[in-house]
């Protein structure tokens, strides 16, 4: 049972261009979370998704951040015209349907961004 | 906003006990965790406590709450090579928000 899978692991930008994230959760997850983890801080929430819906996106800056979860296919993070600020590591995590007041997310390795 | 603080080092000695420590801001918090990160791998929960409980013992792992501090360690017995790896404090005071510390990257030396 393959877990969180995130691809690219590593990508390179310039200033200006688009970045796109991808995260497929594991099998049988229809929810998943973006976080963020600048330079030395810790994971900060960005969005919360579930199939076709966003649920709370209340740590998504408002500007150039979009994500989305389709009906089929992997969720995506996408950052238009990027700035050095970006930079950072970017984890999605997955957790099953809500079955009780907890739900155990699980990671994926995160895509490490760099904005030259 | 949440704010959780963690020392972001530690070096321990094989088979001596590790503490790590860490503080949280918000007095709502309802779960609070522990995860574990390795090279190139993504974070892996340890373990969580539920806000009413002050201890919990899992094998080698011991979480220690104090809520009035707003205090939380982890405490792993006999330290193994294995053991060295990044340990994220985090917080929730919804179902699904988490807050996380920075890190402590743990060391463990022979």
């Known amino acids: 049972n393959a877990g969180v899978m995130q691809n690219p692991r590593h990508l390179v930008r310039r200033r200006g261009q688009e970045a796109r994230l991808r995260c497929s959760p594991m099998?049988?997850?229809?929810?998943v979370y973006w976080y963020r983890q600048l330079p030395e801080e810790g994971l900060k929430f960005m969005v919360y998704?579930?199939?076709?819906?966003?649920?709370?996106e209340s740590g998504m800056p408002k500007e150039r951040f979009s994500a989305e979860f389709p009906k089929e296919g992997p969720s995506i993070l996408r950052i238009q015209q990027v700035v050095r600020g970006d930079s950072a590591a970017y984890f999605c995590?997955?957790?099953?349907?809500?079955?009780?007041?907890?739900?155990?997310?699980?990671f994926g390795p995160g895509t490490r961004l760099t904005v030259l | 906003g949440e704010d959780v603080e963690q020392s972001l080092f530690l070096s321990v000695r094989e088979g001596d006990s590790s503490v790590i420590n860490c503080t949280y801001t918000?007095?709502?918090?309802?779960?609070l965790y522990w995860y574990k990160q390795e090279p190139g791998a993504g974070l892996q929960l340890l373990t969580y406590i539920f806000s009413n409980m002050d201890m919990k013992q899992d094998q080698r792992l011991t979480v220690l709450l104090n809520k009035k501090d707003k205090h939380l360690s982890l405490r792993i017995a006999d330290t193994q090579t294995g053991d060295s790896a990044i340990y994220f404090c985090?917080?929730?005071?919804?179902?699904?928000?988490?807050?996380f510390g920075a890190g402590t990257t743990v060391t463990v030396r022979a």
């Open positions: 998704l579930q199939k076709e819906n966003i649920i709370d």
């Open positions: 985090a917080e929730t005071s919804n179902d699904y928000k988490l807050s």
């Open positions: 918000d007095s709502s918090s309802t779960y």
């Open positions: 099998k049988g997850h229809s929810h």
């Open positions: 995590a997955s957790s099953p349907l809500k079955q009780g007041l907890y739900d155990e997310q699980f």
